[in-house]
């Protein structure tokens, strides 16, 4: 699913909907890949959780900053406007997938491959000819309430949206918490393994998360809801205390 947000680092206002320069910079895309076998497909919840922590992962691999292989990329890409698109793969398609360069994360049932940034009409085409369609996926039974002293991704509770977007959501908004963290605060939730949690937060709660001064995903609005929907607050106990 494909997920474009004006997550930006740079802008005045790094929500905003209107055409800004960061639509005249090359545009790219960072692929994620999750593993749906047709008889173990992963839980819900994990795959969204895998997905936040599979961009992490590449945020703060030694190859995407500095002068690693993928740092320029990661920069370009940064540069112009966010975009993650989560496709699926199984069998043979998860194998080929699994060749080219990036990094696997695993969850408690959910394998997530996340790429370095590709152009928009650039895809390789092991990557390019797998499905976005077919990610709707189920809890097995609810999560278990999250762990309050960690950090949370929680999810607006009056949208309805596939897995595959509420992935790339998901994302976005591990990437907003981590762009607002301390160095000492990122060094920490890399050696921590990125623990993090995706709940769906209670409507009353959901009022206020988006009132506290969180770092908050606002959608561009080009597939499944409405320009400029809030689709996640990033809640991390370092930035809880600043907030």
Known sequence: MTSDSTVSGGDVDPFRNERTVRDEAPQFVLPLVVRIERDAPPARTDALETAARAVLTILSDERAV??????QVMRDWQDARIRKVVRRARGAEW????ALPGITVTGKSAEVRVFPPVPL?????????LQVSGTDLD???PPADADP??????LNPDLDMSAGKTMA????????AWWELSDEDRTAWRQAGFPVSVRTAAPAQWAE???SGLPLVKDAGFTEVAPGSATVVAEHPALRRRA
């Open 169 to 176: 959501q998901t994302g976005h908004g591990a990437q907003l």
């Open 139 to 141: 809890d097995p039974e």
């Open 149 to 154: 002293t960690a950090p949370v991704l929680w």
């Open 121 to 129: 009409d650039g895809w390789p085409k092991d990557l390019s000819r």
């Open 66 to 71: 500095g002068d690693g292989e993928w740092a």
């Open 209 to 211: 998360l988006t009132d």
């Open 95 to 98: 194998r080929r997938a699994e």
